[in-house]
């Protein structure tokens, strides 16, 4: 294993030990939002209120010294409250600009559905290419900026549907369910002391492990993990396949190819290989697809996912050797 994923798969380890102090068990989606910050790309995180999905972007915030901002979604909110506007100086008889809190690393957008698709798309620009327009000016982000949205699965009432453009731009849709019966009993033990997750957060028992100079080592890093020709055709034969099923009134485009390939290498990474297997690619596919597809109303009445969908292409389309 070459000296570039060797440093990966150390600075991975150190991450998830000092996550794991905050986050009891959800080793997945720990490893998964990792993927999307080590591939500088999106994700949009779904689950039931109370499942520690601030937390966990909290926490990842404060593991990778990194800053962090959360924006609560609602029906009122205005896209200048994202992006920030330029407020007039009475003292120095000029406008200044007043940043909004978009201008961060890490942004939780929490019930990112809670607002109309004209404030959610305050986003778009931001998110594809890291920076925001202000009075024809535009502005960089930090180079690490990544959107964690958030979004309630059974609730429905007073929300928007996310846009497809801007459901497309996040790499993975994470699914965070309720911890098991030994997580449930450490969390409910340690909130009767003195170290519940909140607390450790607060006090400082998590240390940054990475740094800014650090994490871009770790994304360049990822680099140096292979991808067989053989490889990539499977990843764009899969990506085709969801335009071709019957189920699917609307398919992945090619931004789900590239998502599936990069998120695949930093499955690897994760395993501490330095090179994909067809298994990188299965672990990551429905996460990457699953979000972008659009079945036709008559399947869904049936009951059909998108998840079975994706699951059927994956057994039709031989693995390569």
């Given at each position: 294993m070459n000296t570039s994923v060797d440093y990966l798969k150390e600075a991975l380890v150190l991450a998830k030990q000092e996550i794991a102090k905050v986050i009891i068990g959800q080793t997945e989606v720990v490893e998964k939002t990792l993927i999307v910050i080590f591939t500088r790309q999106h994700a949009l995180i779904e689950g039931v209120p109370g499942i520690a999905k601030t937390l966990l972007v909290r926490t990842l915030a404060q593991v990778l010294g990194c800053e962090f901002g959360r924006i609560q979604f609602t029906p009122d909110l205005m896209p200048a409250d994202i992006t920030g506007t330029n407020v007039f100086n009475l003292q120095r008889h000029e406008f200044t600009l007043v940043r909004g809190p978009v201008f961060t690393s890490f942004l939780l957008a929490d019930e990112i559905n809670r607002a109309p698709a004209k404030t959610q798309s305050a986003l778009l620009q931001a998110m594809q290419e890291r920076q925001v327009t202000i009075d024809r000016v535009s502005y960089p982000l930090p180079p690490h900026f990544t959107v964690f949205a958030t979004q309630n699965p059974i609730e429905y009432e007073g929300t928007y549907p996310l846009p497809e453009a801007q459901k497309d731009r996040f790499m993975l849709k994470i699914s965070m369910t309720a911890p098991n019966r030994d997580e449930e009993q450490e969390l409910a033990r340690r909130m009767l002391g003195e170290d519940s997750p909140e607390a450790a957060l607060a006090n400082g028992a998590v240390r940054p492990v990475l740094g800014s100079e650090m994490l871009m080592d770790v994304q360049r890093g990822l680099g140096a993990i292979g991808v067989r020709d053989e490889l990539v055709g499977y990843v764009v034969e899969i990506v085709?396949?969801?335009?071709?099923?019957?189920?699917?009134?609307?398919?992945?485009?090619?931004?789900?190819?590239?998502?599936?390939?990069?998120?695949?290498?930093?499955?690897?990474?994760?395993?501490?290989?330095?090179?994909?297997?067809?298994?990188?690619?299965?672990?990551?596919?429905?996460?990457?697809l699953e979000h972008r597809l659009i079945l036709r109303p008559e399947y869904e009445i049936e009951g059909l996912t998108a998840v079975e969908v994706i699951h059927k292409i994956l057994q039709d389309i031989a693995v390569p050797r």
């Open positions: 085709r396949a969801t335009r071709q099923s019957d189920a699917v009134l609307v398919g992945a485009g090619p931004r789900a190819t590239q998502s599936l390939l990069l998120a695949s290498r930093a499955q690897a990474a994760i395993a501490g290989r330095d090179f994909v297997t067809p298994d990188d690619i299965r672990a990551m596919a429905v996460a990457v």
